[in-house]
């Protein structure tokens, strides 16, 4: 005879309700595989930069001692920043054999004065003879004589704002003081059968300078 057994005690027994699953089963009706990879691990948080602002400063250094090396070969050797400057005679010697207009060159121009360009054309109305120079300071003036009436060769060289703004006196001529583009001026002589032109962003003294030189 077995020994009774409580009233409130449950049946171990693992059977579901008709139609319901195991309750560790899933509901498709097969045991979850366990996930055979691993799961990483969080990743490391980047450390901090170790460089001081004194290694800094070296590594920046040493970027810049090349790059202040070629400079100074470019500027001491190659002749970097210095203008390239040409030999005038030739121009002039073609406008001379043209006798077109009576032509003048600079004399007693130190030499720091540079002549940068130089050429002879025959154009509309005439002819021109330009040549560009960099004088002691620096700054550009271009000499310009030319056969172009005077009323046409004016205004496209200074602009139509260019005014004159008195006479002044060199070397035994009157020249004409314009003003013209930008922050530039010029000095004008007008002739019966040229005019000429000393124009450019130098100085006032300067432009006397190669104004007065004309021979």
Known sequence: MEPAQPADRVPADSTP???????????????????????PPPAAAAGKSERSPKDMAISLLVL???????????????????ATTVDPA???????????FPVSQPEGLGS???????????????ANLRLGYLTPEGRGVQL????VPADRL????LTSQ?????????????WQLYTARGNQQALVLLEPTRTVIVVGDARDNELRELAGSLR
């Not at 310009?144 to 056969?147: D, E, N, P």
């Not at 004016?154 to 060289?157: I, Q, S, T, V, Y």
């Open 112 to 126: 720091d004065w540079k002549t940068v360009s130089a050429r002879y054309q025959t154009v509309e109305n005439g």
């Open 162 to 174: 260019g005014q004159p703004q008195g006479p002044t006196e060199l070397a035994g001529r009157t």
């Open 17 to 39: 309700p008709d139609g319901q699953p195991p309750a560790d089963v899933p509901a498709g009706g097969e045991p979850a595989a366990a996930d055979p990879t691993p799961t």
């Open 64 to 82: 810049l001692v090349p790059i202040a090396l070629l400079l100074a070969f470019y500027r001491g050797f190659l002749g970097g920043d210095q």
């Open 154 to 157: 004016l205004p496209a060289e």
């Open 90 to 100: 030739p121009a002039i010697e073609q406008a001379r054999s043209a006798n077109v």
């Open 144 to 147: 310009l004589q030319s056969s």
